[in-house]
């Protein structure tokens, strides 16, 4: 539901609407019923596999796919938004990531290094690839924000999420590295947000993933972060609402990142016989 078109006038890139069950599919529903302008854009694999072309025809938005591991996908993606809005973008959502080595359920230990390296390229350095391409363009305006969206596995140990975990790592490292230059130099800014599991169709890839998101809304005071909550946390980053926040990991988790135990899971591990 739009609240005063917060983001009416601006103009952006969304990454990573795959279909309806993608946070990037609610963040480009979202920003489009707050006002706002985007280019949707997607993998090559994606017009194939995914319904990103849907959402481009009921939001009217164009569609541009680019592969992220290619600076001359990123740099024509970013050219073609510029010229299609006349201008420099106000937003970008980054929502992208893959891991061969998870999707083939090979342990951690025993990681495939050219899948691990195919999972730092599309997962992490596209991120940095994409701020260079925005920077050395000066495709974003004054007061900007860039988004990308991780994990709390950056952090913590969740054995099945195995080298995404490593990836996501980077990827926040590189928003407060960028975050900084664009800052500086362009008043721009540059955040993480650290989402629940969500049942996505990458969500849904790692093993265990239904018993994870069981014990994840169990351990959160408010319970998982569904995505449209998310996109709405998304949307009040792109506003100028928060035109001070700048370099951050901000977790949008009900409150998991910071709670030791629940009274539920304490519940569950009781010993009847010693109450």
């Not at 992208?96 to 992490?124: C, F, W």
């Not at 035109?243 to 569950?268: A, E, K, P």
């Not at 009781?270 to 109450?275: H, I, K, M, T, V």
């Amino acid at each position: 539901m739009s609240h005063n078109q917060i983001l009416k006038g601006k103009k952006g890139i969304i990454f990573g609407a795959l279909n309806e069950a993608s946070i990037a599919w609610k963040v480009a529903e979202l920003c489009h019923a707050e006002g706002a302008e985007f280019i949707l854009t997607n993998a090559p694999v994606a017009a194939r596999v995914g319904q990103t072309d849907e959402l481009a025809k009921k939001l009217n938005a164009p569609l541009i796919y680019a592969d992220v591991t290619k600076m001359e996908d990123l740099e024509n993606l970013v050219d073609e938004a510029t010229k299609h809005f006349n201008g420099q973008l106000d937003f970008v959502l980054h929502s992208v990531g893959m891991s061969l080595n998870v999707r083939k359920k090979i342990p951690y230990p025993e990681a495939n290094y050219e899948y691990m390296h195919q999972t730092m390229d599309i997962s992490a350095m596209s991120f940095h690839r994409l701020m260079q391409t925005l920077w050395k363009k000066d495709a974003m305006k004054e007061w900007g924000s860039i988004v990308g969206l991780t994990y709390i596995a950056a952090q913590r140990t969740f054995p099945d999420y195995g080298e995404m975990a490593d990836a996501k790592s980077l990827l926040e490292s590189f928003a407060r590295s960028f975050g900084y230059h664009f800052g500086k130099n362009k008043k721009v800014r540059v955040n993480t947000i650290s989402q629940s599991p969500t049942k996505t169709t990458a969500g849904g890839g790692v093993g265990g993933f239904d018993a994870f998101y069981n014990y994840a809304n169990k351990m959160s005071p408010l319970g998982n972060a569904s995505a449209e909550s998310c996109a709405e946390y998304c949307v009040s980053l792109f506003s100028d609402y928060t035109r001070m926040v700048t370099m951050q990991n901000l977790f949008h988790d009900g409150g998991f990142s910071y709670t030791g135990i629940s009274t539920d899971l304490m519940d569950s591990f009781r010993d009847p016989a010693a109450e």
